[in-house]
């Protein structure tokens, strides 16, 4: 914190104004055994329903039904083929801790307390197995031995499996999925039951396209699906040549020629129109042979290749024909 207040101190003073739990790993509670900042499991599940959060209620409900109902039975298929005591993820982690592990030492001191230091020195741990802890803070947060634990577990030749947090075992994650979802009958043999019809909620259709995806915050990056942002663009009216506006906001009585000039057609250098514009016109105007053209323009390598793709279009269709 004195480093960030040294670069920014606004920076600074906004850190100040949250509580460290909700940003900083040093103060996060060792109770749920995780480290993830952000924890979004409603984002998870709102990714999932996407395709039936538009749909009638009940179709909504039941397709939630039989999904939920399809992954349980499927997680519980996978932990029946998996025949290691610690799960799939935590294991791989541990693992992961174990490789790192090479680069340390460890001194036994008093009980079960050592004194972990890197090779070369530099930095220097505390570990106390009795009690599960390291001065890191990594074997607390997580429930998974760190890497300066594993090293003394070697020292006492103990498993470092034995040592990861119950959370992550076959047992837990069993009673995780110990539940059924019953499986009904069609909606044409549900029971009718007597009370007073229930009628849809009034509708007003909104203006544009509906959205299916949830609002992103103002300081959250949207999400890229191949095409560019226009948030960190800036515009400039090609009418009085000032930045912030186009020209179809601008107010301005007076024609800037200066402006005017960044909108000039790359083919025929008018002003009238755009480069794209004057393709579909030129191809127009080649194709219709019985009216008189009025306007002799440049034809380039680009223009004719858009006439000669046209032109096998023509033919093709007309052979299809």
């Not at 959060?53 to 039904?65: C, G, N, S, Y």
């Not at 219709?288 to 093709?316: C, F």
Request: with cysteine; glycine share 6%.
């Amino acid at each position: 914190m004195n480093e960030l207040k040294k670069v920014n101190h606004a920076a600074w003073e906004w850190l100040r104004g949250h509580n460290p739990k909700l940003w900083c790993k040093h103060a996060f509670s060792y109770y749920p055994k995780c480290d993830v900042l952000m924890n979004n499991i409603s984002e998870s599940f709102n990714a999932t329903i996407l395709l039936a959060r538009d749909k009638p209620i009940l179709t909504m409900a039941e397709w939630v039904r039989t999904y939920i109902m399809n992954r349980i039975s499927n997680l519980r298929e996978k932990l029946r083929k998996w025949e290691h005591n610690i799960m799939p993820m935590p294991k791989k982690r541990l693992n992961t801790e174990i490789e790192k592990a090479g680069n340390w030492i460890a001194t036994w001191g008093d009980g079960q307390e050592f004194e972990v230091e890197i090779i070369g020195g530099g930095q220097r741990f505390i570990v106390d197995m009795g009690k599960r802890t390291c001065s890191c803070n990594f074997w607390e947060l997580v429930g998974i031995p760190c890497r300066h634990a594993i090293v003394a577990m070697s020292k006492s030749d103990k498993n470092p499996e034995d040592y990861v947090s119950e959370w992550y075992t076959r047992s837990k994650y069993a009673a995780c999925y110990n539940f059924n979802v019953s499986a009904i009958n069609g909606q044409d043999m549900w029971p009718e039951v007597e009370c007073e019809e229930m009628l849809p909620p009034v509708f007003k259709k909104g203006p544009g396209r509906p959205k299916k995806l949830r609002r992103r915050g103002p300081d959250e990056p949207a999400k890229s699906c191949g095409k560019f942002s226009r948030s960190a663009s800036k515009y400039k009216c090609t009418t009085c040549g000032s930045s912030g506006h186009n020209a179809r906001g601008c107010k301005s009585q007076t024609v800037n020629p200066e402006a005017q000039k960044r909108k000039v057609c790359y083919y025929c250098q008018s002003i009238d129109h755009n480069s794209r514009h004057f393709i579909h016109n030129y191809i127009q105007l080649y194709f219709d042979r019985g009216n008189n053209q009025k306007h002799k323009v440049k034809t380039n390598k680009k223009v004719l290749y858009y006439l000669k793709l046209k032109h096998s279009l023509l033919n093709m269709k007309h052979n299809v024909t």
